[in-house]
């Protein structure tokens, strides 16, 4: 990542887009305040191994199964997001593409029992979703884990930085595994409800 020219951050992605500002920022609230400038000096990040030793410690220890070649250059198809979408969302700790995922889902759904859609479609326009995660997954992880990691280098200590990466980062297991059980049970109940 690039130090941005607005707000001071490391936050420019690949695209050459700050991921915590934008043109119609009047206040930026993750402005890098002395205190963390002094304490590590933001200019060297991308220049040094920190940069990616922030990845990892974000991502955890699957860091090379997302970047195998390290670097933070974001393999180009997820298995996982594929096959479960939005438990994968959640269990990465992104939800808001959990829940638009989810949204398209039940929009899908809806729109499907409305004007009575034949079920071949619906299969075909779900596994449509389910290949556009496989495609996008690991490419939205990247820009979900540089926005975290500058917000976080813009308002922690030094002391600090490792401990919030790793509270922002990882993983969500226990998320996921409720949200499973939720849609579990409201399928359950669905079914019921039409005498399956």
Known sequence: MEKCQKCGNMSVNDNGECVVCDESASVNPYAVSAAVTDSFPIDDISSTPEAEEYSKIFVGSKYYSFFPHGRDIPKSWNWAAFFIGVFWFIYRK??????????LGFLLTGIQ???????VITNVISIGMGVGAGVL?????????????????????KSEI????????GTNLIGALIAFGILFGIIVMSMSAMGI
């Open 94 to 103: 992104m939800y808001l593409y959990a829940a638009i995922y989810l949204g």
């Open 162 to 169: 490792i401990p919030a990466l790793k509270a922002k980062g």
């Open 113 to 119: 029992s409305m004007l009575g859609i034949s079920e």
């Open 137 to 157: 997954a690991n490419r939205l992880y990247k820009q979900h884990m540089d926005k975290k990691i500058a917000e976080t280098l813009a308002v922690a200590q």
